[in-house]
């Protein structure tokens, strides 16, 4: 749903300034008969009190974060904005929030600063879960697609221990492979998290690979591409002294980057859809 209108905003902040002291009866006989809530409709008041329970704030009355702060969150986590899932690109600073988000949060008295940092932590959250989300759905595709498309073991490593510093090993003598796997359903952006511990892996394991899982919206394969250890050694930060040790960094990857298909495995690759996708094919 998009972002609620201002009216229905306003009205939901008022039933969250009343509603830990009072009954849901008297909010509204108060918003219905007394003159300084007039300026806003009985249906909007309902509307408002129906969004609430819809975004699970009702069950959360006794919170001690700021109302306003809540309601915007809720609002913009609720509202699948498209532009949300790439805040942290398209919104770098107060100045370059969403109209949507400027009319919430003026709705809700919010200054722009107060907006832009309830911003970055809702992208986080929403970041958070759809990395969790897709990434699972991209490690279970490329097991299911290797197994099609090679005569040899496939073992998801990652279902059992995280300890091994990539999530699938395929399981051939002449030609082993440690794959990472990093998923996206975004187009024209790749980007993921690399941890310490499998940056380590990468550098001490000659198997080791990056693959990127490109998936449509509903989770199916839509291609796959390779990220070079030399291009990744080149892209991590460094500790600066003894006493400071980075444990995960973003990797913004650019298009020349990328090799189509998973090159190191193409002698364990037999015909078919399967192959020619891991090949650097496009799934049909």
Not at 34 to 46: G, K
Not at 97 to 118: K, M
Not at 152 to 178: C, K, M, N, T
Request: charged content about 20%.
């Amino acid at each position: 749903m998009p972002v609620p209108p201002s009216s229905v905003l306003r009205a939901a902040l008022r039933w969250l300034e009343r509603l830990p002291d009072s009954s849901p009866a008297r909010c509204r006989a108060l918003f219905t008969n007394h003159a300084d809530y007039s300026d806003l409709t009985p249906t909007q008041y309902e509307a408002a009190y129906a969004w609430l329970g819809e975004t699970g704030l009702l069950a959360d009355l006794d919170s001690i974060a700021a109302a306003s702060e809540r309601l915007f969150r809720a609002a913009l986590a609720s509202s699948g904005a498209p532009w949300l899932q790439d805040a942290d690109v398209l919104v770098r600073g107060p100045e370059e929030l969403p109209e949507d988000a400027l009319r919430a949060a003026d709705a809700l008295g919010i200054s722009e600063n107060q907006a832009y940092e309830q911003v970055s932590a809702v992208w986080g959250k929403v970041d958070t879960e759809s990395r969790a989300l897709i990434g699972s759905a991209g490690e279970l595709a490329l097991i299911e697609l290797l197994a099609e498309a090679t005569d040899v073991r496939i073992e998801h490593v990652a279902a059992y221990s995280d300890g091994f510093g990539y999530d699938i090993a395929v399981h051939a003598r002449r030609h082993p492979l440690h794959i990472e796997a990093k998923s996206t359903v975004r187009r024209g952006r790749l980007a993921f998290y690399l941890s310490r511990h499998e940056y380590e892996t990468m550098r001490r394991d000659p198997a080791w690979q990056l693959v990127a899982v490109h998936l449509t919206q509903d989770h199916k394969i839509a291609a796959v591409t390779s990220v070079s250890a030399e291009w990744i050694s080149a892209q991590v930060p460094q500790d600066g002294g003894p006493f400071g040790r980075w444990e995960a960094c973003r990797l913004d990857v650019p298009p020349d980057a990328v090799v189509p298909g998973i090159p190191r495995l193409a002698p364990l690759l037999g015909a078919g859809t399967a192959g020619a996708v891991l090949r650097g094919g496009v799934s049909g």
